[in-house]
T-cell receptor
Framework: NAGVMQNPRHLVRRRGQEARLRCSPM?????VYWYRQLPEEGLKFMVY????????ESGMPKERFSAEFPKEGPSILRIQQVVRGDSAAYFC????????????????FGAGSRLTVL | AQTVTQSQPEMSVQEAETVTLSCTYD???????LFWYKQPPSRQMILVIR??????QNATENRFSVNFQKAAKSFSLKISDSQLGDTAMYFC???????????FGTGTSLTVIP
């Protein structure tokens, strides 16, 4: 069980370019979450997805940011026309399907993708 | 809306000693989970301990235990016999049930001193 896999671990982009961050959830997990961690801050929720569905995107900036979790393949967080303020660590987490108090709602995190915008 | 507050940005403890990290939260929900996650210098987020709000008994995991005070909305983490490997950022987190969105505090940076 490889855990939650994120790539790339480090990504450098110039202002105006696009950044694509990928996340493969743990085997058996059907829920994916993206969090952003700015320097010296905690994790801020961005978006929660299930396969082919965005369940909650209340934490996503209205412009330039989008996320998807296709039927096949990893979840992708896409940032268009990056700006310096987008520099952060982006963490993906996954969990099994919800239901009951079985403890299934524990998040398993990936190692994060660090985006640096020059 | 749910908020999670960690009022101690930094703490230190001598190796083998005990330290308590504070966390308070604000919610109108009755059913929820509370978590402590650890983020070492590798930046990997690691689950330390979990508490279901309906359980009165405090959760324990080896050297880690919590003091859950539901009425006070307090959820502190106690680390006993601190080890150098405990040096990390510690995040308190809340998740309502049912639901999937986690709310994190701003973290406490813990340094274990040899």
């Amino acid at each position: 069980n490889a855990g939650v896999m994120q790539n790339p671990r480090h990504l450098v982009r110039r202002r105006g370019q696009e950044a694509r961050l990928r996340c493969s959830p743990m085997k058996g997990h059907s829920h994916v979450y993206w969090y952003r961690q700015l320097p010296e801050e905690g994790l801020k929720f961005m978006v929660y997805l299930q396969k082919e569905n965005i369940i909650d995107e209340s934490g996503m900036p209205k412009e330039r940011f989008s996320a998807e979790f296709p039927k096949e393949g990893p979840s992708i967080l896409r940032i268009q026309q990056v700006v310096r303020g987008d520099s952060a660590a982006y963490f993906c987490a996954s969990s099994p399907p919800t239901g009951g108090w079985s403890g299934a709602n524990v998040l398993t995190f990936g190692a994060g993708s660090r985006l640096t915008v020059l | 809306a749910q908020t999670v507050t960690q009022s101690q940005p930094e703490m230190s403890v001598q190796e083998a000693e005990t330290v308590t990290l504070s966390c308070t939260y604000d919610t109108s929900e009755n059913n929820y989970y509370l978590f402590w996650y650890k983020q070492p210098p590798s930046r990997q987020m690691i689950l330390v301990i979990r508490q279901e709000a309906y359980k009165q008994q405090n959760a324990t995991e080896n050297r880690f235990s919590v003091n859950f005070q539901k009425a006070a909305k307090s959820f502190s983490l106690k680390i006993s016999d601190s080890q150098l490997g405990d040096t990390a950022m510690y995040f308190c987190a809340f998740m309502k049930h049912p639901g999937n969105q986690f709310y994190f505090g701003t973290g406490t940076s813990l340094t274990v001193i040899p």
